[in-house]
């Protein structure tokens, strides 16, 4: 499926519109484009030789533990959307987790999400939500289970077929009247990181709470993000994928693309809709209609990741 | 309160006559009583973000959110565990004092509490 012929590619995408929702999303090039799926299918192929197209999946906000309105088994839902991710007629390289992993992080909480996101065979690369913090320790709790080999708070980076992938935590050692927090020692680390790397390699971000200010009434942000995509800012292809919200968000500024994934346990409203930003207490036959998983398609060549949201009733 | 701890365990070791001192005490600490304060934690707000209570004064807080939130000092004086739905933490504020605190999960939920005699 993956041999970079124009056919194989057309077959691969129109596999994908099982999504539903048709939200493509792309990056070609440094310019980000969001572009229709009949688009996408006439768009020419470059060749490369340095790395095969892939695809990996998002998940995010499990909050296994959850049981009150409007979701009453948060575990169920994750399961459900765990099975999505088998049934999945391409199966992806790996998974990303982008926080809130559990409600309360306790033992049997993280232990659940362990077994179902291990039943999958599939590597799982994880960072910490807020909910992931909150064991006597401050997140020792997570990182012993989830963030082995990890720096500081939980940040790490690898590569992956040519992609430069980075793991970042905004969500230890929060300070009083502000919002998600990097810290002067990550920063650090990621410039170094960065450093000597050249700008034509694509680089994804994932981090949990947003790293451009969403609603900064709800604290929906990072205050030190401006640091890190400085940093960014020379690369070509840039892609910020976050969770906490709960819904589907997208933006461009420059070359880097950002977008936050829906939750599996429940939706949060839109900015400012709500008195505060608590779950939505929708009817029980539309909660699967606003939980799902983002599955992201990697074409090099084209510089572009595509990013298709679906919901667990689709 | 502690101070007649202090001077119960004093009494009880050494001196005879403890009991009409102990007596005395235990009226003292009577005729003085802080009414209790209570800060009500809902909509990820602090209900009253600052409130003044008088120097003895033990402040409850109830979490009545479905989210769970935490109740921390600026300064490291107080500190919480985590407060799932009617959770409660209390703690008593001894001195005078302007005391800060938030949510470390959620730090736009900020509060005060004004200790003053």
């Excluded at chain 1, 299918?41 to 197209?53: I, Q």
């Excluded at chain 1, 077929?161 to 020692?185: Q, T, Y």
């Excluded at chain 2, 109830?62 to 490291?76: A, F, L, R």
């Amino acid at each position: 499926m993956f041999d970079g012929d124009d056919t194989g590619r057309r077959d691969f995408l129109k596999c994908m519109a099982w999504a539903g929702t048709g939200a493509l999303f792309a990056v070609s090039g440094g310019v980000s484009t969001s572009i229709g799926l009949d688009a996408a299918l006439a768009a020419p192929l470059k060749r490369s030789a340095a790395a095969t197209p892939f695809t990996f999946v998002q998940l995010s906000d499990s909050h296994i533990g959850f049981n009150k309105p409007p979701n009453a088994d948060a575990r169920a839902t994750f399961r459900e959307a765990i099975a999505k991710v088998k049934a999945l007629p391409h199966q992806p390289d790996f998974i990303i987790h982008t926080g809130d992993v559990s409600q309360l992080s306790r033992d049997n909480e993280f232990d659940d999400a362990d077994q179902m996101l291990k039943a999958t065979g599939l590597p799982v690369f994880f960072v910490p939500g807020e909910h992931d913090m909150l064991d006597p320790d401050g997140g020792k709790a997570f990182l012993k289970r989830f963030g082995k080999g990890t720096n500081g708070a939980g940040w790490y980076s690898f590569d992956h077929r040519g992609v430069h992938f980075i793991a970042l935590v905004n969500v230890a050692d929060l300070k009083p009247g502000g919002m998600g927090n990097l810290g002067a020692e990550q920063l650090k680390w990621l410039k170094a990181d960065l450093a000597g790397r050249p700008s034509s390699t694509p680089i994804v971000v994932f981090a949990h709470i947003p790293l451009w200010t969403v609603y900064a009434d709800w604290g929906w942000g990072t205050d030190d993000a401006a640091e890190a995509l400085k940093v960014l800012a020379r690369f070509g292809s840039v892609t910020v994928l976050n969770g906490h919200i709960h819904q589907i968000t997208q933006k461009l500024e420059g070359r880097i693309a950002f977008h936050t994934a829906r939750s599996t346990a429940f939706p949060q409203p839109a900015p400012g809709t709500a008195p505060s930003p608590g779950p939505l207490k929708v009817p029980p036959q539309q909660l699967h209609d606003m939980l799902g998983i983002t599955d992201a398609l990697f074409v090099r060549g084209h510089d572009r990741i595509a990013l298709i949201d679906s919901t667990l009733s689709a | 309160m502690t101070r007649g701890f202090k001077v119960l365990t004093f009494q009880a070791s050494v001196v005879a006559a403890g009991g009409l001192l102990l007596a005395t005490v235990a009226t003292t600490t009577r005729a003085a009583p802080t009414p209790p304060a209570s800060v009500q934690i809902g909509n990820f707000t602090f209900n009253q973000p600052a409130i003044t209570v008088k120097p003895g004064t033990t402040v409850t807080w109830t979490n009545g959110d479905d989210i769970p939130h935490t109740v921390v000092s600026k300064d490291g004086v107080f500190k919480s565990k985590v407060l799932d739905t009617g959770d409660k933490f209390s703690f008593t504020f001894a001195k005078p004092g302007q005391f800060g605190y938030f949510c470390s999960i959620h730090p736009h939920m900020t509060g005060t509490v004004i200790v003053k005699a």
